[in-house]
């Protein structure tokens, strides 16, 4: 199933008509650079183009009043002084003869992608659209907003295709409070917003932006609000809220719908926003989400300023929705201490309402004292960057997002004969001759080894050189002793010189020493049996209880600890190999494969053992780039499980900063 992309240039068809500085920045331009960039750069021929339709007078009812309806039905026939007059009531937005036409294609728009998406037809989709929709209210047009777009399309979900439940992301720097207020009392749709805020000094300034506003009665902890107090907010802010909040919730609420208001003003260079997050990042988020709800993800465009970062951020975006391979991110320094007081006091005030927080040790006890913590003091981020402050939004430059290649195969396996190749994937022939290393592997390894096997370790090289050479995206191999395949494998990466190998290990096996010394490999373990070691830097062992069947303790470990050492130690090659007997379920399996090939462009070797070969088809469909099933809705993971992550956590973050969660105590 393919991508879907909603746009028409009708929607470009309004503008201000008059001087208002507030509202100056949305421009119809925004529409046509990034439609120009997504024509240019060959994604718009890769794309299911959908046609858009206008919302009829029942659907936008489904959030918006009579009366409010009523009255924007009157803008078209209204001169320039009615027009203006028309506007005062609200609040920074603006009207025009054609908008209310626009606004009805916003809506439909979103709906003809949740209609594409929610009856099978594509996997998922993006729609570009203007005006933006997630300040408007019940009753009111507010910040370049008339109707809800997203907040319609969550409705209309709800009511035609009776979903039960629906994650909203809005990763729009703005808060959509229209959003919030619709679905505040709501448990079916969660809604979480991060926006700048800096103590409501930024616009909309309302308190109910803030961290503990978190939804009422039955949706009390269905909406989350991460404040940003400061500007200048780069990648690694971004995905530790990711990781180590947005995440966890959102497996254990398990939607079956994705929608994220898909602003992009909180790019680097956005004149509103003032991040510094690069066009990029919106790769990861989107593929972050794309693990959840089978890959059921709707985008509709929010805001986004700076035309530059706008149009590659909707190509980054667009991208990762065809399943392009993601690009690594670089120099991720960790989250300001900003960012981590946001997110304790939001972690704290949902502590009560997901149990994925309930064990974090790391949380102050009562809701009061998170009003009480130390907030930093004014300007910009930490005081390190002095340079780049000087520089306005406009002024700001950043490098143009990599290439994002994808080898002409996707999915190249190694199996023993007799064991049948998945479809889709290309079976690496045994003409490959002996790697060069092999016949010294051979007197170090496989001494005693029979034919069959060195056969099998040069196949299994010759994936990895084939990796190299990105002329396949990923490989799997069933290999006759998994632990002794890996060890050859990090030795035969390690011989490279810019190599870096970030190996997963799942079930217990001994991970021999020489593999953790030399830093050109990092190697978490999620095992059952307790170690007496505390490993080191470089060797994470996580010690599950109930071992890795326990479902909430992997995903734990998979969110707070595995994805942030990922994107930190930014590998050249993922190595995840699932030892004998480990007991972790298949999908947990397949949710873990997918979420490690947010690294490497991709290039992640799996190593099964023979008795193994039922994972062989589950396996591969991941690698293939199709979504893993649904964990279901996740319980509380065990006291002494989440505590034994968190120790490792606050052990590991002295030299992992992306594990963070708390402004440390010193100043
Ligand atoms: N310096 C000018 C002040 C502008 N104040 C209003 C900002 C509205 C933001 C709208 C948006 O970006 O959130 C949307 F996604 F809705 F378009
Ligand atoms: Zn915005």
């Known amino acids: 199933m393919g991508t879907a992309l909603i746009y028409d240039?009708?929607?470009?068809?309004?503008?201000?008509?008059?001087?208002?500085?507030?509202?100056?920045?949305?421009?119809?331009?925004?529409?046509?650079?990034?439609h120009g960039a997504l024509v240019r750069n060959g994604l718009t021929d890769r794309c299911i183009c959908l046609p858009v339709r206008e919302a009829v007078d029942a659907e936008i009812l489904l959030v918006h009043s009579e009366e409010y309806l009523e009255a924007v039905k009157?803008?078209?026939?209204?001169?320039?002084?009615?027009?203006?007059?028309?506007?005062?009531?609200?609040?920074?937005?603006?009207?025009?003869?054609?908008?209310?036409?626009?606004?009805?294609?916003?809506?439909?728009?979103?709906?003809?992608?949740?209609?594409?998406?929610?009856?099978?037809?594509?996997?998922?989709?993006?729609?570009?659209?203007r005006p933006p929709g997630h300040h408007s209210m019940r009753s009111a047009a507010n910040g370049f907003c008339v109707f809800n777009n997203v907040a319609i399309a969550a409705q209309y979900a709800k009511q035609k295709y009776g979903v039960k439940r629906i994650l909203i992301v809005d990763w729009d720097i703005h808060h959509g409070q229209g959003v919030q207020y619709c679905f505040e009392d709501d448990p079916s749709v969660l809604y979480f917003s991060w926006h700048r805020y800096e103590h409501q000094k930024f616009w909309p300034n309302l308190?109910?932006?803030?961290?503990?506003?978190?939804?009422?009665?039955?949706?009390?902890?269905?909406?989350?609000?991460?404040?940003?107090?400061?500007?200048?907010?780069?990648?690694?802010?971004?995905?530790?809220?990711?990781?180590?909040?947005?995440?966890?919730?959102?497996?254990?609420?398990?939607?079956?719908?994705?929608?994220?208001?898909?602003?992009?003003?909180?790019?680097?260079?956005?004149?509103?926003?003032?991040?510094?997050?690069?066009?990029?990042?919106?790769?990861?988020l989107t593929y972050l989400l794309m693990?959840?709800?089978?890959?059921?993800?709707?985008?509709?465009?929010?805001?986004?300023?700076?035309?530059?970062?706008?149009?590659?951020?909707?190509?980054?975006?667009?991208?990762?929705?065809?399943?392009?391979?993601?690009?690594?991110?670089?120099?991720?320094?960790?989250?300001?201490?900003?960012?981590?007081?946001?997110?304790?006091?939001?972690?704290?005030?949902?502590?009560?309402?997901?149990?994925?927080?309930?064990?974090?040790?790391?949380l102050p006890t009562f809701e009061i004292s998170t009003k009480r913590?130390?907030?930093?003091?004014?300007?910009?981020?930490?005081?390190?960057?002095?340079?780049?402050?000087?520089?306005?939004?406009?002024?700001?430059?950043?490098?143009?997002?990599p290439k994002r290649i994808c080898p002409p195969v996707c999915s190249a396996v190694v199996l023993p004969d007799g064991v049948v190749c998945p479809d889709a994937c290309e079976r690496l022939s045994s003409s490959e001759d002996l790697g060069p290393h092999l016949l010294t592997l051979k007197n170090d390894f496989?001494?005693?080894?029979?034919?069959?096997?060195?056969?099998?370790?040069?196949?299994?090289?010759?994936?990895?050189?084939?990796?190299?050479?990105?002329?396949?995206?990923?490989?799997?191999?069933?290999?006759?002793?998994?632990?002794?395949?890996?060890?050859?494998?990090?030795?035969?990466?390690?011989?490279?010189?810019?190599?870096?190998?970030?190996?997963?290990?799942?079930?217990?096996?001994?991970?021999?020493?020489?593999?953790?010394?030399?830093?050109?490999?990092?190697?978490?373990?999620?095992?059952d049996e307790d170690t007496e070691e505390q490993g080191s830097k470089y060797y994470v062992p996580v010690c599950l209880k109930k071992g890795c069947t326990d479902t909430s303790g992997f995903a734990?470990?998979?969110?707070?600890?595995?994805?942030?050492?990922?994107?930190?130690?930014?590998?050249?090659?993922?190595?995840?190999?699932?030892?004998p007997g480990s007991g972790v379920c298949d999908i947990m399996w397949q949710q873990l494969t997918g979420l490690l090939q947010s690294f490497a462009h991709g290039h992640t070797l799996v190593l099964l053992q023979e008795d193994d070969k039922a994972c062989v088809g589950p396996t591969a469909s991941i690698l293939l780039g199709n979504p893993a099933p649904p964990l279901g809705q996740l319980p509380a993971s065990l006291k002494e499980d989440a505590e034994a992550v968190e120790r490792?956590?606050?052990?590991?973050?002295?030299?992992?900063?992306?594990?963070?969660?708390?402004?440390?105590?010193?100043?």
């Not at 609420?253 to 997050?277: H, T, Y």
């Not at 998979?558 to 030892?579: C, E, H, T």
Request: proline residues 5%; contains cysteine.
């Open 446 to 527: 496989l001494k005693d080894a029979d034919d069959g096997a060195v056969t099998a370790l040069s196949r299994v090289f010759s994936l990895i050189d084939k990796m190299k050479n990105n002329e396949i995206r990923n490989g799997l191999a069933l290999v006759g002793d998994a632990a002794m395949t890996m060890t050859c494998v990090v030795q035969y990466v390690a011989a490279e010189v810019d190599s870096r190998v970030f190996l997963v290990c799942v079930g217990n096996g001994n991970i021999p020493s020489h593999v953790i010394e030399d830093g050109k490999t990092l190697v978490v373990q999620i095992k």
């Open 648 to 667: 490792l956590r606050s052990r590991l973050q002295a030299d992992w900063n992306l594990l963070l969660t708390t402004a440390p105590e010193n100043g």
């Open 373 to 401: 913590i130390k907030l930093s003091g004014e300007g910009n981020k930490d005081e390190a960057e002095v340079g780049e402050e000087q520089k306005s939004p406009e002024e700001k430059i950043w490098p143009e997002p």
């Open 74 to 129: 009157q803008t078209p026939h209204m001169t320039l002084e009615d027009l203006k007059e028309f506007t005062l009531q609200y609040g920074d937005v603006y009207f025009h003869p054609n908008i209310y036409h626009c606004a009805k294609l916003a809506v439909g728009s979103a709906l003809q992608l949740v209609d594409s998406v929610l009856m099978g037809k594509v996997k998922n989709g993006m729609a570009l659209v």
């Open 207 to 284: 308190k109910d932006s803030d961290y503990d506003i978190v939804g009422k009665g039955e949706g009390a902890g269905f909406n989350i609000n991460v404040p940003w107090n400061k500007v200048g907010m780069e990648n690694s802010d971004y995905l530790s809220v990711f990781c180590h909040l947005l995440l966890p919730i959102a497996y254990e609420f398990c939607p079956d719908l994705v929608l994220v208001c898909a602003g992009f003003d909180s790019a680097i260079g956005d004149p509103e926003g003032e991040m510094c997050a690069t066009p990029d990042i919106f790769a990861h």
């Open 9 to 34: 240039e009708e929607m470009t068809k309004y503008k201000l008509l008059w001087v208002d500085p507030a509202c100056k920045i949305e421009v119809p331009e925004r529409l046509t650079v990034s």
């Open 556 to 579: 734990q470990a998979m969110f707070s600890l595995l994805l942030p050492l990922g994107y930190q130690y930014n590998p050249s090659l993922v190595l995840l190999v699932r030892m």
């Open 291 to 362: 693990n959840l709800a089978e890959g059921k993800l709707c985008a509709v465009l929010e805001g986004g300023y700076n035309l530059t970062s706008l149009a590659q951020s909707v190509c980054q975006t667009v991208q990762t929705l065809l399943g392009d391979p993601l690009p690594p991110l670089t120099n991720l320094t960790g989250p300001c201490r900003s960012t981590l007081e946001s997110l304790q006091c939001v972690r704290a005030a949902h502590r009560q309402h997901w149990s994925c927080l309930r064990h974090a040790v790391d």
